[in-house]
C-alpha cells in the first residue's frame, strides 16, 4: 500500500493566478500596501478564502515581516491576565497580526529565555506584562523588537508603558474601608525586594499606597502589612498569619483579586464569616469578583482597555521605530459588592 501523498501547499502563484492577477498583487494585499483598488483586494481575499492559502511565516520573516505579536504573561493562573490578553486580541483582530503567548513565570531566568526566543522567532513586536526583569534587559529586548511594557511604571527612552494608577487605587480600598467605619485594615502584599525594580513594580505601589492613604486617615498606628505572593496560596498564607493576630484585622486589603480568593479560604476555613467578622477588598475587578456567591468588591483597572491600548501603541510603534515613547496611566475605579460592610460591634 503506498503512503499518502502530501498536500501540496498553496503559494502566492496559485492565489495569483485563482484571482487572475499578479503575484505582485497578492504580495501588495497581504502587505496592505498601496497600489492597489478595492476591486482588486476583494478578489485576492476571495482566492485567498477559496484556496485556503495561509502565507509561511519563515518567508515573510525574510521579507521584514513575520506579522506575529508575542505576548509574555507572567502568571496564566491569574484570571487578570486573560483580560489584558482579550483586549490585545481584540485591538489586531481586524490586522493580519497573529498573538502567540508564552508565561514567563514570575521569574527573570524564564522571562529572559521567552523574550530571547521571541526575537528569535522573528516578532514584529512584543507586549510584556509585568514584567520583573531589570530596566537594562527590558531595554535590551525594546532596541531590537518594538515593546510595549504592561503594569510597570517608570519611563523608557526604548519601550511604551501602559499602567494603571496603583496609588490611587489602593487608595480607594482604604477610603472605602475607613468610610464603613474599619480601624484595623491589613494588607497582602506581593513581597518585592529587588532594588533595581522597586520603585517601578504594581505590587510595591500599591503598598505604598495603602501606607499613604492609612495616614491621611489618621490610621498611621494600623499599617499592617503581611508579604506573600499575588496567588491564591499567597493569599491563604498571608491571611491565615492576619487571623493569629492577639487582636485581628477588622477588614483586609488583597494586593490581587486572586490573592482574595485565598483570603476568603482562609477565613472560612476560620470558622469566621466575610463580611459579618471581616470585610474583605481585592483589586483586579476580574470576571469571578462579580460572581454572585463571591461579589468580591475590587478595584477596576480596566484590564481589556489596557491590552487594547498595548496593541495600539505597539502597532504604532512598528509602524515608526523612531517616535517618541508614550507613558500611558489610566485611572482606576471602585467596584463595592458584598464583601465589605461596617465592622463588627
Known sequence: MEPHAQPKR???????????????????????????????????RQAIDD????????????RGQTYTVGVMLPDIRNPFFPEILDGITDALWDT?????????????????????AMIDRGMDGMVLVAPISSRAHLEHVAGT?????????????????????DLA?????????????????????????????????????????????????GLENEID????????????LGAQQLLARPQRPTAIFAGADIVAMGVLQ??????????????????????????????????DQAGRHIGTTAARLLLDRIADRTRPTAQIKFSPALVPRHTTAHPPA
Open 10 to 44: 498553496v503559494t502566492i502563484v496559485d492565489v495569483a493566478r485563482h484571482a487572475q492577477v499578479s503575484t505582485t498583487a497578492v504580495s501588495k494585499v497581504l502587505r496592505n500596501a498601496y497600489g492597489t483598488s478595492p476591486q482588486m483586494r476583494a478578489k485576492v
Open 225 to 236: 502589612i503581611v508579604s506573600t505572593t499575588y496567588t491564591q496560596q499567597g493569599g491563604y
Open 266 to 299: 482562609a477565613v472560612s476555613e476560620s470558622g469566621l464569616s466575610v463580611p459579618e467578622d471581616i470585610s474583605l477588598a481585592g483589586y483586579d475587578n476580574t470576571n469571578f469578583a462579580a460572581l454572585g456567591p463571591i461579589s468580591l468588591t475590587s478595584v
Open 51 to 62: 484556496l485556503g492559502y495561509r502565507p509561511y511565516a519563515a518567508a515573510r520573516g525574510m
Open 96 to 116: 493580519d497580526y497573529q498573538v502567540l503567548v508564552a508565561p514567563g513565570r514570575n521569574g527573570e531566568e524564564a522571562e529572559a529565555k521567552v523574550t530571547e
Open 145 to 165: 523588537v518594538p515593546t510595549v511594557v504592561v503594569g510597570r511604571h517608570g519611563q523608557s527612552a526604548v519601550y511604551d508603558t501602559v499602567s494603571d494608577d
Open 169 to 217: 487605587g489602593a487608595a480607594l480600598i482604604v477610603d472605602h474601608l475607613a468610610d464603613l467605619g474599619h480601624r484595623r485594615i491589613a494588607h497582602i502584599e506581593h513581597n518585592e525586594t529587588d532594588p533595581r525594580r522597586i520603585a517601578e513594580m504594581p505590587n510595591a505601589i500599591r503598598a505604598n499606597g495603602y501606607r499613604q492613604a492609612m495616614r491621611a486617615r
